[in-house]
């Protein structure tokens, strides 16, 4: 059976995992870990077991409200 693997670039996938939203967002790891931390119930974090998902278009109308990051 020949499977091929289908690769969704970031701008089109729902949520980002945290290393794949570092590298879209610019924000290190431990930074978007510290947000998700102090944002617990938030529309843009989605929580998948013990994982960590940012609804990449809910959180980036959450960077364009931030003042700081």
Not at 20 to 32: D, M, S, T
Request: aromatic share 12%; proline share 1%; glycine share 8%.
């Amino acid at each position: 059976m020949n499977h091929t693997e289908k690769t969704i670039p970031v701008w089109q996938k729902y949520s980002l995992n945290v290393s794949e939203a570092a590298e879209y967002y610019g924000i290190g790891e431990k930074r978007l870990r510290q947000i998700a931390g102090e944002n617990e119930g938030a529309d843009f974090i989605l929580e998948v077991g013990s994982h960590i998902r940012f609804k990449r278009k809910l959180f980036e109308d959450y960077l364009d409200t931030a003042n700081t990051v």
